[in-house]
């Protein structure tokens, strides 16, 4: 199967492709600028420069690389990048998926679009694929209206709700255990949110998550994160204490005390028993996760 995934450079992406290339697809990676894979030369993988905010770059990939199958992971992701840049962030998270669907809407190509816990207000928490969405900062509201293009759209559809994803950074981006890693291994000190509730995502399940739900021609809204119930406090001691670094220099703190311009929700966390029961989807708990991050046996 040839499969079309955008946001390749990031995080996410780099493992979506890595684990579509181990089991055999085609993969057609995009993303804004030069290609930072490490796939080139590999059989099945080519690259392709890829502007959302472009209507009509959208449109000539579509027709040009005919994919069997999108999984569109790019986005704006930076929550207060979101709110300083609010004309961009819609102009890539929403209209940018909005460009996407409309060219892949001619050739009735499969569409799974990658969302977030952010598109809830973070009060009741625990939220089901079907909850009252109701964001609180700009990256939650395009992601939201990029969800509610996905949902028009005339074809097959999926979309995939996750949280806080962790995991070993392979293209540049670093994640809350990296960055506990590389604070405390200097001796710096890091403050981190304790009254944030959130259901963490070893990355790896996240792309097994995906890659079920294309396996399986799954369609509409599927929760894919973690079990365990963690605040980011927390989540770094676990980490601290894991990798035998200084767990004292995590000084906990409350999201108040940041001056941030976007507001995070204080409570989140996704139900998964959807997924589990449709796509037998069964996450790391988060010492696993630990484990896998920093290559421990």
Not at 148 to 166: C, G, H, Q
Not at 196 to 204: G, L
Request: hydrophobic share 35%.
């Amino acid at each position: 199967m040839k499969v079309l995934v955008t946001g390749a450079n990031g995080f996410l992406g780099f493992y979506l492709c890595k684990k579509l290339l181990d089991i055999g697809h085609e993969v057609v990676a995009t993303s804004r600028g030069n290609c930072r894979l490490p796939f080139n030369g590999t059989i099945g993988f080519s690259y392709l420069p890829l502007d959302l905010a472009s209507e009509d770059q959208s449109s000539t990939i579509i027709r040009q690389v005919s994919p069997d199958y999108i999984i569109h992971a790019a986005a704006m992701g930076k929550p207060d990048e979101c709110e300083e840049k609010k004309e961009l962030a819609t102009q890539i998270n929403s209209m940018g998926t909005f460009n996407l669907l409309q060219a892949a809407s001619e050739k009735k190509v499969p569409f799974n679009y990658i969302s977030t816990d952010f598109v809830f207000d973070g009060v009741a928490g625990n939220y089901s694929e079907d909850a009252i969405r109701n964001p609180i900062n700009h990256y939650g509201k395009t992601k939201l209206e990029a969800e509610n293009w996905v949902e028009k759209y005339p074809s097959e559809w999926s979309i995939v709700r996750t949280v806080l994803v962790y995991g070993k950074p392979m293209t540049g981006r670093s994640n809350l255990l990296s960055i506990v890693q590389e604070k405390l291994n200097r001796g710096e000190t890091y403050q981190v949110v304790d009254d944030q509730v959130r259901t963490p995502t070893f990355v790896e399940d996240l792309v097994n998550g995906i890659i079920s739900m294309m396996d399986k021609r799954a369609q509409g809204v599927f929760n894919i994160c973690g079990e365990e119930v963690l605040t980011p406090y927390q989540m770094a001691i676990r980490t601290a204490n894991f990798l035998g670094l200084d767990a004292s220099l995590l000084i906990r703190t409350l999201s108040s005390n940041f001056n941030q311009p976007a507001t995070r929700p204080l409570i989140t966390g996704l139900q998964i028993e959807k997924a589990r029961s449709i796509l037998g989807f069964s996450p790391s708990n988060f010492e696993e996760g630990l484990r896998k991050t920093f290559n421990a046996t």
